[in-house]
C-alpha cells in the first residue's frame, strides 16, 4: 500500500449564522489587547467591517481599522497593514472580507513578526513563515476558503507574478449571513472558485483521502446550491450550503493544493487583472476534460458528486467531456462573460502559456504540464466558452 500525503488543519473553525458574535469572546480569550482589522473599501461599506468591529468592543477589545486592500493584494499592501499594526500597538490580525483581504491579513503578520519588506518571505516556491501574532480570519465571500488554509497569496508587480507564503493562523469564523450582501458577479466566481479548489484538489497528484471528503462534499454543494444563491441573494439555506461547501473546499486544498487551472488563472490575473475566482472558473472545464484520462475513477467521483446523468462506464475522455460541459452550462446559466467578451483577444490568451508552464502548481497536475500543454489548454479554455 502507498501511503498518502498528510492531511491538515491549520486552524480551528467556528461556522454558523450570526457566529461574527464570537469574535470578540474569542479574541478576549486570545488575551488581545487590541486587533488590526484588514479589510477594503467595499466590505467596510457593506457594514461587514463594522459587525467584527462592534463584537469586538462589546467584549472590550480596541480595534483600529486598515481598508487599503485591494484585489490582488501586493507585498506593498502587506507591509502597509503591518506597519499600521505596529504603529496601533496591535497584538491580533483580524482579516475580514474575500480572499484578498484574507491573505493580506496573513502577510501583515509576517511584517509584525519580521518588520522590513515582506517580498523577502515570498517566493515563487512558498516557505512557511511561523507568525507570533494571532491571526482570525473572517470571510464575506463564499469562494478562496482562504480562512482555512495556510496560503497567503501576494501579488509581486515586478516579476509580474502572484506568489505564495505558508503562514501559521489561529482561528477561522465562518457566519453565511456575512455573504448575503454578496453580488451576482461575485457568487458565481467565488463559487465556482470553491468548485475549482475541491475538483483540483481531488485530481492533483498529492490528493489525500481526508482531503477527498471535503473536496466531494463540497462539489455537491455547489453543485445543488450555486445558482440558488445567484438567483437568490438572501436564500438562507443556499447561502449557508454555500459558505460551508467554500470552507470545505479550503481544508480540501490545504494539503494536496491546486495545480495548473489555477495557474491559468494566475497568469490571466497577471496579466488582465482578471478576478481569481473568474480565473479559475473559466479555466477549470477544460482543465478537467485535459486531466481526465489521467484519473479517470477521480473524474467519475466528480460526475457523481455533480448528480451528472452519465452510466459512469464512458471512456474517460467522453466523461471528462460531460464534466466539463456541465460546468459551461453552470457559467452560462449565471451570465459568466467569456474572456472574449472582457476584451481579450485569443492571440493575448495563447501568449500567456510561459506563465502557466513555468507555475510552480502546474508541478502538482497529473499530467506533465509541457509548453505544449500549456498552449492547448489556454486555447481550449478560450475557445469552449465564448
Not at 468548485?195 to 489525500?208: I, K, L, S, V
Not at 473536496?215 to 437568490?232: C, D, N, P, Q
Request: aromatic residues 6%.
Amino acid at each position: 500500500m502507498s501511503y498518502r500525503p498528510l492531511f491538515s488543519t491549520p486552524a480551528p473553525i467556528i461556522f454558523g449564522n450570526g457566529s461574527i458574535a464570537e469574535l470578540g469572546p474569542q479574541a478576549k480569550a486570545l488575551c488581545a489587547k487590541k486587533a488590526l482589522l484588514v479589510t477594503d473599501k467595499g466590505v467596510e461599506e457593506a457594514g461587514q467591517a463594522q459587525k467584527a468591529a462592534d463584537s469586538l468592543k462589546a467584549s472590550g477589545i480596541e480595534f483600529a481599522i486598515f481598508n487599503g486592500v485591494h484585489p490582488d493584494p501586493t507585498d506593498k499592501v502587506a507591509d502597509q497593514a503591518g506597519e499600521a499594526a505596529t504603529s496601533e500597538g496591535c497584538d491580533l490580525i483580524v482579516g475580514v472580507g474575500g480572499g484578498s483581504c484574507l491573505d493580506a491579513a496573513k502577510a501583515a503578520a509576517i511584517y509584525i513578526h519580521d518588520p522590513g519588506p515582506t517580498a523577502r518571505h515570498i517566493h515563487a516556491h512558498p516557505i512557511t513563515v511561523d507568525t507570533k501574532t494571532p491571526i482570525i480570519l473572517v470571510p464575506t465571500t463564499a469562494g478562496t476558503g482562504s480562512e482555512c488554509t495556510r496560503v497567503s497569496i501576494i501579488s509581486r508587480p515586478e516579476h509580474n507574478a502572484k506568489w505564495s507564503v505558508f503562514v501559521t493562523t489561529t482561528l477561522a469564523i465562518v457566519d453565511p449571513e456575512l455573504t448575503y450582501t454578496l453580488p451576482k458577479t461575485e457568487t458565481v466566481n467565488t463559487g465556482l472558485d470553491a468548485f475549482a479548489h475541491a475538483a483540483e484538489a481531488m485530481t492533483g497528484n498529492a490528493w489525500n483521502y481526508h482531503s477527498d471528503l471535503f473536496a466531494e462534499g463540497a462539489i455537491r454543494k455547489i453543485a445543488k446550491h450555486l445558482f440558488t444563491a445567484w438567483s437568490e441573494p438572501k436564500n438562507a439555506e443556499a447561502r449557508t450550503e454555500l459558505a460551508l461547501a467554500a470552507n470545505w473546499a479550503g481544508l480540501a486544498f490545504n494539503n494536496p493544493l491546486t495545480h495548473v487551472g489555477h495557474s491559468v488563472a494566475d497568469a490571466l490575473s497577471c496579466h488582465f487583472h482578471t478576478p481569481h475566482g473568474f480565473g479559475c472558473a473559466i479555466a477549470l472545464p477544460e482543465t478537467l476534460a485535459l486531466i481526465a484520462p489521467a484519473v479517470p475513477e477521480r473524474i467519475k467521483r466528480i460526475a457523481r458528486a455533480m448528480e451528472l446523468k452519465n452510466t459512469g462506464n464512458e471512456p474517460p475522455e467522453k466523461l471528462g467531456r460531460i464534466v466539463a460541459d456541465a460546468i459551461l452550462a453552470m457559467m452560462r446559466n449565471m451570465e459568466m462573460p467569456s474572456l472574449k467578451a472582457l476584451g481579450h483577444s485569443r492571440e493575448q490568451v495563447l501568449e500567456l502559456w510561459p506563465d502557466v508552464a513555468s507555475n510552480h502548481l502546474a508541478g502538482y497536475s497529473p499530467i506533465k504540464v509541457t509548453d505544449d500543454v500549456a498552449r492547448q489548454l489556454l486555447s481550449n479554455v478560450y475557445d469552449s466558452y465564448q
